[in-house]
């Protein structure tokens, strides 16, 4: 269904790309994508303000606990920090299809997968020596997010099957496929419940600092980097957005479409399943039930938010964590409740969504005075 | 074995309010994919209503009155802004789930949650609900293939540039559509405390609208398969909770993984089964000269 989308999210920054515009000109076009933002942020957070006085708390107080939780003290800090790496990733695995005008429900699924694959390595072989342990825990994660994408992709190509419904059904058998290794394939029997045996002493990211943040979160910097680079300066991310805002077009220049649609996918399986690795090895030590928590969705939000481009993600995940983060503070401090803040969320992009509208309508307002002025 | 069918006739209840309502909404060429969100407003506006102002009846009405407002949010936003009807409908997806979490909260608090009253046996022990939901699909069936507005509809999902030369209102019967469907979801949502659980939780939809959504692909977006699906997919849900306490050979997990690679191996093997919508998913802009 999303071939041919006139409207696609994702695909709304590619002026920039064959010629550099000047300086002030870029200046100017930053500041108008700027502003929606701004007023939707603005807005989403009087709404909830609104919100909280109705139900009798203080407005002020709740936003500054969910907002200042992250920066008061090192734990708080880290907090953030292990909440943004997973965002992160499964955002950027949500981003990159949409580039190409596909949609990945997936990440949840490919996520898991990636916990069932480092936990499978982490578990049977945790008699090695960290240096080939880890490593291989890691690998094994990516590569198992990126096979559980890779059905989908295959399905989408070969059979046209929405990736929208096969994504979303290969989830939920994840989720058949977790609760069956942690009860029963290496189910660890005093914790109760599904939960897999933890993996060897090998297999554990390294903490800095303290309280110990775990590497992950480097390896996270990393991958964010490399792929703002590549979607911004490489062939790869430039047929990514080809594809995305004309199939027909990009397909009539010689590009193969498909295999960049399936590719797009397969990477971001193999972003989830590092999601995962990342997760069993710096954060679980395990892999258990409700590892994937709900950043599927936040990672949805956050790309959407981000309108896909894949140098905004980061950012904005920083966002939606400090929100996540302190969301638990504010309602121990205000007793706002912590659902105010998917609300809040959800309103952001609603807003973001309606700022865009009013901008289009703007400047094609302007567009009909300057054509009129020319008439006349 | 008579204990299987009613456990499944009253799981099939929920998936094919929903699944219908996904179809209804999406033979009108709206995609809507906010049924996990819907179905938790429904349960919690059908629970709360239900437990204070008296009566499941009511409870459903405004659920689905709830739902209706959400859906007329997401066609108006699709149809007359023609924003993305997928960003749009997970927005409104965060939003309905957020809203029925703050609603609970705000009502119950963190209190004991009460226990409200269950539906009544109508006949052959099951309630009233399971009859409107079969009822409700048949005349879906007789509406969109037997009738003149049903096959309006249909045109406006398959192809509305040609139902506009016809003289159809796209945009009407869309926002009627893409309203009316989610008012059936967030029943089929206000269905799960009142006949289940007898209280809300954020857990209670657990899946279940995302599950719809494939059914109404595994049907091919026709009311009568649909119909066939949701008993399906409810007997393999029932079966997997049958294995998951007393054990029949095989692993539960393995019979709950059944509807999912059901559904694609349909998919991939039906095609001519698995119809689309044309239009589905797609926004019509009349002044534009590209049709889709």
């Known amino acids: 269904m999303s071939n041919d989308v006139t409207e696609n999210p994702g695909a709304t920054e590619v002026t920039d790309v064959a010629v550099a515009p000047p300086l002030s000109q870029r200046a100017r076009s930053f500041a108008f994508a700027a502003i929606p933002y701004a007023v939707a942020v603005l807005a989403a957070f009087v709404v909830v303000g609104i919100i909280i006085t109705a139900l009798g708390h203080d407005p002020t107080e709740a936003f500054r606990a969910v907002l200042t939780n992250s920066f008061r003290n090192q734990t708080g800090f880290v907090q953030t920090l292990h909440k943004w790496a997973p965002l992160t990733l499964l955002s950027l695995a949500f981003a990159i299809p949409l580039g190409a005008g596909r949609f990945n429900i997936g990440g949840e699924g490919q996520m898991i997968l990636g916990t069932v694959g480092a936990a499978a390595v982490g ?47 290969l989830n939920f058998v994840s989720f058949e496929v977790l609760d069956y290794v942690a009860s029963v394939v290496w189910s660890d029997p005093g914790a109760g419940g599904a939960v897999t045996l933890p993996v060897g002493e090998g297999a554990v990211l390294p903490g800095i600092g303290r309280p110990p943040m775990h590497t992950g979160v480097l390896i996270v910097v990393l991958v964010s980097v490399v792929a703002a680079v590549m979607a911004k300066r490489s062939v790869a991310g430039f047929e990514l957005r080809a594809v995305g805002l004309n199939e027909r077009a990009s397909r009539l220049h010689g590009i193969r479409t498909g295999r960049v649609a399936v590719t797009s996918m397969v990477v971001a399986g193999a972003l989830a399943g590092l999601a995962g690795a990342i997760e069993v090895a710096g954060v679980h030590q395990r892999t258990l039930e409700g590892v994937q928590s709900n950043f599927l969705l936040l990672g949805i939000i956050i790309g959407l938010i981000a309108r896909g481009s894949l140098t905004a993600v980061p950012f ?27 609300i809040l969320e959800g309103l952001i992009l609603l807003f973001l969504l309606m700022s865009d509208v009013a901008t289009e309508r703007f400047r094609r307002a302007r567009a009909s005075r300057a054509a009129k002025g020319a008439l006349a | 074995m008579t204990e299987f069918l009613t456990l499944t006739i009253t799981a099939m209840v929920p998936f094919l309010f929903v699944a219908q309502g996904t179809m209804l909404s999406g033979r009108a060429g709206i995609f809507n994919v906010a049924q996990e969100g819907l179905m938790l407003l429904g349960a919690a506006v059908g629970y709360l209503v239900s437990l204070k102002m008296g009566g499941n009846v009511v409870g459903l009405i405004v659920a689905a009155l709830a739902g209706a407002v959400v859906g007329f949010i997401l066609s108006w936003a699709t149809t007359s802004l023609r924003l993305d009807q997928f960003v749009v409908g997970l927005a409104l997806f965060f939003l309905a789930g957020g809203t029925a979490s703050l609603l609970y909260r705000i009502v119950i608090g963190d209190d004991e949650p009460p226990r409200i009253k269950p539906l009544p046996d109508l006949v052959l022990g099951q309630d009233a609900m399971v009859f409107v939901a079969i009822g409700l699909s048949v005349f879906l069936w007789w509406w969109l293939y037997r009738t003149d507005a049903g096959m309006r509809l249909r045109s406006v999902g398959e192809n509305p540039k040609a139902a506009d030369s016809l003289g159809i209102n796209v945009a009407r019967t869309r926002m009627w559509a893409g ?61 997997a909770q049958r294995a998951q306490v007393s054990g029949i050979g095989i692993p539960h997990q393995f019979v709950s993984m059944l509807p999912y690679l059901a559904t694609l191996l349909v998919m991939v093997f039906a095609l001519r089964w698995a119809l689309v919508p044309q239009f589905l998913g797609k926004n019509y802009d009349r002044e534009s000269r590209i049709v889709g």
């Open chain 1, 316 to 342: 904005v995940a920083f966002g939606i964590a400090v929100l996540e983060v302190g969301a638990g503070s504010m309602q121990r401090v205000s007793g706002a409740p912590v659902e105010i803040v998917l």
């Open chain 1, 123 to 169: 578990i049977t072989m945790s008699e090695l020596p960290m240096v080939i342990l880890l490593p291989l825990v890691i690998l094994v994660g990516i590569l198992a997010g990126a096979v559980w994408a890779a059905i989908s992709a295959w399905l989408m190509e070969s059979f046209k099957i929405n990736e929208i419904l096969s994504t979303v059904l």
């Open chain 2, 179 to 239: 309203t009316v469907g989610a008012a059936l979801m967030a029943v089929g949502g206000a269905y799960l405390p009142m006949v289940f659980s007898g209280v809300y939780a954020d857990g209670i939809v657990a899946g279940r609208g995302w599950l719809a959504i494939a059914l109404a692909f595994f049907g091919g977006w026709r009311p009568q398969f649909i119909l066939a699906g949701a008993a399906f997919f409810a007997a393999m849900d029932v079966l």
